[in-house]
């Protein structure tokens, strides 16, 4: 046998092998997000040889090897983390309001609650509701007013029923006689920012500050208006930054023991901030619908509360209004 056919025999016989070749995963870069590294456990995929047998694939670990890798299959592997980004809706310096709300609530715990509990267990309750039915009735202007604004002309007549019966026989608003039988009148509160609200106008971006605490844009200027109504209104003794401000603070404090049950709840819950806002925005619109005779009360139920599940059970809830039972 000559040398030319062993070579050629030798090659027909068999061809050497070459090593094999890594064939990368390339995924594709969807809009907007970068492009993902292989997952563990990914596997490369080896064509196989046109010039002698097929060559078995070899895998990135030990796993079932996976077909082909096309472009489809390669932007499915992709893995698009998404998040929430940029300020809640509604709130758009929530940065800025949650450093407020935080100072707020220190200041509160330090001073204003101790000053609210002093008030509450050092004064009789016929005083204590003697102070809340003044300062009610201090209100009412800036209640009538609204409603005629609102066009209710019997509500706005009821309120100045109401304020010449408490501001005589009343004692300057010290007894709430309107109320009872048999005149019942019942007291309503109303303001320019109820108005704006009635007419369409919306809350505008949410606000936490450190004087009037939760409000919004819409709040914040019909609350500014109000305040300023009684001293243009009546005069002195109004004008007189001290008696305003005596006014202010005891209002302030009031409201306090008013809420403290509600306050308490939204303070010790998981995400403090986020409830109050939920709530206060929820009980802002829950007012605005009770003057367009949406529902026949403000009243809040936390169940509807996103929050409610960090929320803790109230420990001096009024007996009229027991907390709802959870589901076992």
């Known amino acids: 046998m000559s040398i030319t056919n062993i070579v050629a025999i030798a090659l ?28 563990q456990g990914t596997q490369a995929t080896v064509p ?4 002698g047998p097929e060559v078995p694939s070899q895998s990135l670990d030990t796993q079932t090897p996976v077909g082909p890798v096309t472009p489809v299959a390669a932007e499915k592997a992709i893995i698009v983390v998404t998040a ?11 940065v800025v309001n949650e450093v407020s709300f935080g100072a707020v609530q220190s200041v509160d715990k330090a001073i204003i609650a101790p000053i609210a509990y002093g008030y509450r267990d050092g004064l009789p309750a016929p005083i204590r509701d003697g102070m809340h039915n003044v300062l009610n009735n201090l209100d009412e202007p800036v209640v009538f007013l609204n409603f005629l604004l609102q066009l209710k002309i019997g509500k706005a007549a009821e309120t100045v029923g ?12 010290l007894f709430d006689f309107a109320k009872k039988h048999p005149i019942n009148l019942p007291r309503r509160s109303n303001g320019l920012a109820d108005t ?8 505008g971006p949410y606000l936490f500050l450190p004087v009037f605490g939760s ?10 208006v109000d305040l300023s109504l009684l001293p243009a209104a009546v005069g002195k003794p109004f004008t007189n930054p001290i008696v305003s401000g005596t006014k202010g603070m005891l209002s302030s404090i009031d409201d306090r023991v008013e809420n403290d049950v509600i306050l308490t709840r939204v303070q010790e819950s998981g995400n403090p901030y986020a409830a109050m806002r939920e709530y206060y925005l929820m009980k802002r619109q829950a007012e605005i619908d009770v003057l367009k005779g949406k529902r026949s009360d403000a009243n809040i139920d936390l169940n509807e509360l996103e929050f409610l599940d960090s929320l803790p059970a109230p420990t001096n809830a009024p007996a009229k209004q027991p ?5 076992q």
Do not use: C, H, M
């Open 12 to 39: 027909l016989s068999g061809t050497p092998q070459l090593p094999p070749v890594v064939e990368p995963v390339i995924a594709l870069e969807t809009a907007g997000a970068p492009t993902a590294a292989p997952e």
């Open 48 to 51: 196989p040889s046109t010039d």
């Open 84 to 94: 929430n980004q940029g300020p809640p809706k509604g709130d758009p310096i929530a």
């Open 162 to 173: 109401r304020f010449a019966i408490n501001s005589t026989i009343g004692v300057a608003g």
């Open 196 to 203: 704006l609200g009635y007419y369409g106008v919306g809350p």
């Open 215 to 224: 409000t919004t844009v819409r709040d914040l200027l019909g609350r500014v």
């Open 323 to 327: 907390p709802a039972p959870k589901p």
